[in-house]
C-alpha cells in the first residue's frame, strides 16, 4: 500500500513539472509544459533543440562575416593585395581568418574574434581604413615598419573600443592626433615615432592616468607644450619624445617619477 502511494505520488511530481530547462551549446532555452510523458511534447522540444543549433549556428555566421569584412577593408586600405606586401596578399585566398599572417584570434562561446593585428614591416602602403567597426575586440594594431601614408582618422580611433596597443612606428603618418585616443578605456601603450605627426599632443591621453604605461612620440613634427597632466600620470613608466618639436619645460611629475624613463 505504502510503495503504492509513492509511485502515485512520484507520479504526480512528473505530471506537475511547470519549467523544463534545457542548454544547448551556452544557449539556455525554457519550456512550459503541464506533462512531459506524451510523445508529442518530447517532439516538440526535440524541434526546439534543433532549432537552437540552426540559431547559434547563423550567429557563428554572422560573427565570422563581420570578422572578414573588418579584415577586408584593412587589406583593401593598406593596399596588402600588392606584390610588395608578400605573404599578406594570400589573405582571403579561405575564409580562415584566425590563421591568416598576422592575425591573432580568441574563442568566445565557441566563436572567433580578430584581437590583435601585428603586420610589421610586410611593405604596406596606402592609408590607414576609415573604420574597423566590425572588429569589436581587437586589442592590438600593429603597423610598424611600413609606408602607410595620410591620417590617423577619427572614426577610426572611436570603433576600436577595446583597444590597449597601438603601434604605428616608422610610417608616414601626417596630421593631428586624435583627442579621441584618450577615450579608450582600455588604452596602455601609443608608439608613434617616426612619423610626420603635426599639432599638439592631446591632453585627453592623461583620462587614461590609471592604464597608460607607454607613450612614445620621438621623430615627430609637433607643436606647442607638453600638457602639464602628464606629470600626474602615476602609471606612466615610458615618455619618448626626442626630436617631436615640444617647447617649454617637461611637466615637473615626469621627471621626478621613480623608475620613469623619458627622453628629449
Not at 522540444?45 to 534543433?50: F, G, K, N, P, Y
Not at 601626417?174 to 582600455?186: A, C, D
Amino acid at each position: 500500500m505504502i510503495y503504492y502511494q509513492f509511485l502515485k505520488r512520484f507520479k504526480l511530481f512528473l505530471i506537475s513539472i511547470a519549467y523544463f530547462h534545457v542548454t544547448v551549446q551556452n544557449q539556455k532555452f525554457s519550456f512550459a509544459h503541464s506533462n512531459f510523458t506524451k510523445k508529442g511534447q518530447f517532439d516538440s522540444l526535440s524541434t526546439a533543440i534543433q532549432r537552437s543549433k540552426v540559431s547559434l549556428n547563423l550567429t557563428i555566421t554572422h560573427i565570422q562575416s563581420q570578422q572578414l569584412n573588418g579584415l577586408q577593408k584593412l587589406f583593401n586600405s593598406c593596399n596588402m593585395n600588392s606584390s610588395i606586401s608578400y605573404p599578406m596578399h594570400k589573405w582571403f585566398r579561405n575564409n580562415d581568418y584566425c590563421n591568416f599572417r598576422g592575425v591573432t584570434c580568441e574563442s568566445k562561446n565557441g566563436m572567433s574574434f580578430v584581437t590583435v593585428i601585428k603586420l610589421e614591416g610586410k611593405g604596406l602602403t596606402g592609408t590607414l581604413p576609415g573604420n574597423l567597426d566590425e572588429l569589436t575586440m581587437l586589442r592590438q594594431l600593429s603597423l610598424n615598419n611600413n609606408n602607410v601614408e595620410g591620417y590617423l582618422p577619427v572614426t577610426l580611433i572611436s570603433s576600436l573600443s577595446a583597444l590597449q596597443h597601438i603601434v604605428l612606428t616608422r610610417n608616414k603618418i601626417t596630421g593631428s592626433i586624435p583627442k579621441e585616443l584618450g577615450h579608450l578605456q582600455k588604452l596602455k601603450r601609443v608608439i608613434l615615432h617616426r612619423n610626420q605627426f603635426t599639432g599638439i599632443l592631446p591632453a585627453t591621453l592623461c583620462n587614461r592616468k590609471q592604464t597608460l604605461t607607454v607613450i612614445d612620440v620621438s621623430f615627430n613634427q609637433f607643436s606647442g607644450f607638453i600638457p602639464k597632466c602628464f606629470g600626474y600620470m602615476k602609471k606612466l613608466k615610458t615618455f619618448r619624445f626626442t626630436d617631436s618639436g615640444f617647447v617649454g619645460s617637461v611637466p615637473r611629475g615626469l621627471c621626478g617619477e621613480k623608475g620613469m624613463k623619458w627622453n628629449v
